[in-house]
């Protein structure tokens, strides 16, 4: 083809699909500026539609006599198919075929014929060739537009998230108008609408709860924020599935942005509650806010409270939301039974609120890590229900009704406000037919058929994908249904040819596991079947991923990150870019010097330590104001103002009410017909047995990290996405991560504060652990680990296991090390503890290299106690020590004589500030113990870094947590090694 053509497609690449459009919905349609844009850029003359039309057609055999019209084009998809990453050679024809399907819906005729016929004008096809051209469309268009998709998806987003499927079966024309549905301008006005509705950004719903929520926008006059363009298509059915689809990307693409714009329109914008459920170190509760405000930097939320303002810090959240930093520090049944109302940061021009409710669902939200509170329940989605307790006879009866079995209340559990109860598990499967009573409409979905794709392990990235290790479940709904199906098929699109699995179930109900269906990485599309019907009601999409398939990043040449002595003096605490000549990477070492000089004195036997401490408790932060004895969520009763009634008014089916004291709005019959029907014999529904929700016994750490190694590098908040849902709580995360550091999986890069920034896993290696014995260390999949046991054959024994919470691969037995190459995993001949070990400085010379500022505003603080090991509350910051400083959250630091006289303090975090404290009074924090041949330290002191990596590669484990006593021992650790590191620590 010739270079012109390719010009205007790697234009096209550039100016449509180039990285500002990360994590977006992106779309194949081009307005005249983009045109003209694109034509600039490819240095074509004619920048016309009319050009890029005859650029396209040169690459068309339209007027060769025999020959297919998109032959070279489907011959060019052919061979993208083998190099995905490579600009698909048929952009130029897709961004055609685009423009004609949005001719098409501007003059609102969306019959078939209509859109070949702005094709063939377009492309200057004769009339002879009409049916031709129509012809071999429909039998390339699938490879065409799949070479869009397959290249957006193997940049996994980095270009756009791909939005060109057509899986309810419309294919052909259906692909093109999936991509003109929604213009640019069009998306400002859903952002706006999000925002009126108080929606989180991230926030995936289907796209039946879209359809309801647009509804009343776009059927109003005018239909502000929505554009007329958007209010016109609505009125077609088929037009109406397209852009409710849109709507669902753009939402969980959504930053928050067109919040500010919305101060005229609603003075108070919504801010939802948050909760997390904890596991880790015990069960609670710890509930928060989402604030639909982006965080640029420090912020903080300024609440009105009944006396006085109350400042709270906050942070910045997933998908450009925020949340309160040092929530536990603030009362949770401030947060959750208090009318709040503030302003976001110093700006009055970023208000928010929320009023309490008695009865409020939290829906899951993977993007965030937590249960995210909801308006109204979703069919099939799982949640948690808040509920005050004189309503919990209400709740249950519901639930018992119209919930899948399995919901349970969380009794007693820390964390939960006095009068209030919590419900886990709750999967609302079928609705009332009558007006349920005013507590019970959150529980009430608003759709009554929908197909949801719930649960399993979500991948972190900007494409939306499951761990192949655990996929969700889909759980299919139709209200008067007599049965329903569910069907999954292999690719992204309905193909009988590839059908994989199928379920039909009677009922209005279909439940259908897909973790032992035999599904491996790829995509597939799930689709529901009401009675029978030949046509599906509906369709998602399901990409399912693992450590076997990696992910794939676009400016990474080398992830890797290493420790060096000529990164920074604190490198054994943090790891640097992969380009110094002398590091640890992972197990493996390159170039270190030994820092032996003086006497090594043997590490004393480990004795066990009391703890003392008593911590002072510090009143929780009320930020709200208390309802009133009369108010509605005390008492339940609302009163609701109606509008009146003028003289000569039509009457209307319905009309809306909202309650003076808390704003509820609730429908009531506006006619005689209307209101019958309400008071109408619900119906009784005849609903098979439901298998119940089941809570897993485990943790998924197995899955957490394959999807670390499909991930491979990344921030802390990616790293969040995967811990939460194994457990939920920032302290988990940062314990996680550390042991998957210290043994050497994940090399960890932290700022001057030593906060994360980024981690990233290591090399594959074998390192020895004993005679004819090693452990693995580093990136590992399932193609891996039969790779390996395919080169091992009967030499060796491959065991797998889960130790300290982290999985394990041993092998035992006659290693054919010059095999192992071609696996891709390094073996290392002998182990690298001493290597490490020698290498390091000690703490007195890491003390001088850390942060140092003036000490920071606090609450109250807290001092180590060397002996006890223990934090006991301090009255002031004038003693040489190691000092947690408390203000809606923690900092670690220490304290020396000149830090003291110049009212500073040396930041570190809660590992080594111990360690550093207890060097200082000549009472090292580890011991060993002789009989066990393990280090043994309190727990909570672990050693932070390449201190601890010494000691746990002697073994390949975690260190292992004997939380009856209080302990963590380093297991099978030689003395000459615990020597050393004692050496390092007590000085």
């Not at 039998?139 to 309810?168: C, D, F, H, K, M």
């Not at 500010?260 to 806010?289: D, G, H, Q, W, Y």
Request: aromatic share 6%; net charge negative; hydrophobic share 40%.
């Amino acid at each position: 083809m010739d270079t012109v053509y390719e010009r205007v497609s790697e234009a096209i690449a550039d100016v449509m699909f180039g990285s500002a459009q990360a994590g977006r919905p992106v779309y194949a349609l081009a307005d005249t500026e983009t045109v003209q844009n694109v034509l600039e850029t490819a240095e074509v003359e004619d920048r016309t539609l009319a050009g890029l039309a005859a650029v396209v057609r040169s690459s068309l055999q339209i007027d060769e006599a025999g020959a297919s019209p998109f032959h070279w084009q489907a011959k060019a998809a052919q061979r993208h198919q083998r190099s995905p990453l490579e600009t698909p050679p048929a952009l130029p024809l897709l961004v055609t075929l685009s423009i004609a399907a949005e001719q098409m819906h501007a003059d609102g005729n969306l019959a078939a014929h209509n859109y070949y016929t702005r094709l063939h004008r377009l492309l200057h096809v004769p009339e002879t060739r009409c049916s031709r051209v129509e012809n071999n469309y429909r039998q390339v268009a699938e490879l065409l537009w799949g070479s869009l998709n397959s290249w957006l998806e193997a940049w996994e987003g980095e270009r756009g998230i791909p939005t060109a499927y057509a899986v309810g079966g419309h294919a052909f024309i259906g692909l093109p108008m999936s991509q003109a549905v929604v213009r640019q301008y069009d998306r400002a006005g859903l952002h706006e609408l999000f925002a009126l509705e108080g929606m989180t950004p991230g926030l995936r719903i289907s796209p039946n709860d879209m359809s309801l929520v647009m509804d009343p926008y776009a059927t109003a006059t005018p239909s502000f924020p929505l554009s007329s363009h958007l209010a016109r298509l609505w009125r077609d059915p088929a037009a109406r599935e397209r852009i409710a689809n849109a709507a669902c990307l753009e939402l969980e693409a959504w930053d928050g942005s067109g919040i500010e714009s919305l101060s005229s329109v609603r003075p108070v914008v919504t801010t939802r509650l948050v909760a997390f459920l904890r596991t880790f170190p015990r069960k609670s509760i710890e509930f928060n806010l989402i604030l639909p405000y982006r965080s640029e930097g420090p912020d903080t939320a300024r609440f009105q409270g009944a006396d006085e303002e109350s400042i709270v810090p906050t942070v910045a959240g997933p998908g450009g939301s925020t949340r309160l930093s040092g929530a536990e520090e603030v009362s949770a049944a401030s947060l959750v039974g208090e009318l709040l109302t503030g302003e976001f940061g110093d700006d009055e021009s970023r208000p928010f609120g929320r009023r309490p409710k008695r009865v409020a669902p939290l829906r899951w939200d993977d993007l965030q890590g937590a249960f995210v509170e909801i308006e109204h329940i979703s069919l099939g989605e799982d949640s948690i229900v808040l509920a005050r307790s004189d309503a919990r006879q209400r709740v249950e009866t519901h639930l018992e009704t119209h919930a899948r079995p399995g919901w349970r209340e969380l009794v007693d559990l820390p964390g939960t406000p006095e009068g209030w109860v919590v419900y886990h598990h709750v999967q609302i499967v079928s609705a009332p037919n009558r007006q349920p009573h005013f507590d019970l409409l959150p529980l009430t979905p608003r759709v009554r058929t929908s197909l949801t794709l719930r649960g399993g392990f979500v991948l972190p990235g900007l494409l939306r994908k499951w761990s192949v290790k655990e996929p969700p479940e889909a759980v299919a709904l139709a209200a008067g249904a007599s049965s329903v199906g569910v069907c999954v098929y292999r690719g992204n699109r309905i193909d009988q040819a590839e059908l994989i699995t199928k379920s039909v179930q009677p009922g209005e109900l279909a439940v259908f596991p897909l973790i032992d269906q035999g599904l491996t990485d790829g995509e597939y599309v799930v689709a529901m079947f009401v009675n029978d019907t030949n046509k599906p009601s509906t369709a998602a999409l399901l990409r399912l991923r693992s450590a076997s398939t990696p992910q794939f990043r676009v400016e990474d040449v080398d992830i890797r990150l290493v420790y060096s002595p000529e990164y920074s003096p604190r490198w054994p605490l943090t790891a640097g870019p992969a380009k110094w000549p002398s590091h640890v990477n992972g197990a493996r070492t390159v170039g270190l010097e030994p820092r032996r000089g003086g006497c090594t004195v043997p590490m004393p036997e480990f004795a066990p330590r009391e703890p003392s401490a008593s911590t002072a408790s510090i009143a929780k932060t009320r930020v709200g104001v208390p309802m009133a004895s009369d108010s509605c969520l005390i008492t339940g009763t609302h009163r609701f103002l109606l509008p009146p009634m003028l003289r000569g008014q039509a009457r209307t089916r319905s009309i809306e009410g909202e309650c003076v004291n808390c704003g509820l709005v609730r429908r009531f019959a506006g006619t005689d017909r209307a209101a019958r029907k309400k008071k109408g014999a619900a119906r009784t529904i005849e609903i098979p047995e439901i298998p119940p929700v089941i809570e897993s016994d485990q943790p998924d750490f197995e899955v957490a990290f394959d999807a670390l190694n499909h991930v491979g590098t990344g921030s802390f908040g990616a790293f969040e996405r995967i811990a939460a849902q194994v457990e939920g709580s920032g302290l988990f995360a940062d314990s996680f991560l550390r042991r998957l550091e210290v043994v050497g999986h994940v090399d960890v890069a932290r700022d001057d504060h030593l906060q994360v920034t980024q981690w990233a896993v290591n090399t594959s290696t074998l390192v020895p652990t004993g005679d004819r014995s090693w452990v693995l260390i580093g990136s590992r999949s399932s193609a891996l680990v039969e790779q390996l046991e395919e080169l091992l054959g009967t030499s060796a024994v491959v065991r797998t296991s889960v130790d300290a919470e982290l999985a394990r691969l041993e092998v035992v037995g006659i290693l054919p090390v010059g095999k192992m190459a071609d696996a891709g995993i390094a073996v290392l001949k002998a182990s690298p503890v001493e290597d490490i070990a020698e290498a390091l400085p000690p703490l007195s010379e890491v003390v001088t290299s850390l942060k140092r500022v003036i000490v920071p505003s606090h609450r109250s603080a807290e001092f180590w106690d060397t002996t006890s090991a223990s934090w006991h509350p301090a009255e002031s910051l004038v003693k040489v020590g190691a000092y947690r400083l408390k203000d809606f959250g923690s900092t670690y630091a220490i304290r020396t004589a000149d830090d003291i006289a110049g009212g500073t303090i040396g930041l570190g975090n809660a590992q080594i500030v111990k360690h550093i404290a207890n060097s200082w009074a000549g009472d090292p924090l580890v011991g060993y113990n002789s009989r066990s041949g393990s280090v043994v330290t309190p727990l909570g002191a672990d050693l932070p870094s390449l201190y601890g990596r010494a000691l746990a590669l002697c073994s390949g484990r975690a260190p292992r947590e004997i939380v009856n006593h209080r302990l963590l021992q380093y297991p099978s650790v030689p003395r000459t090694v615990a020597d050393i590191i004692y050496d390092r620590v007590s000085r």
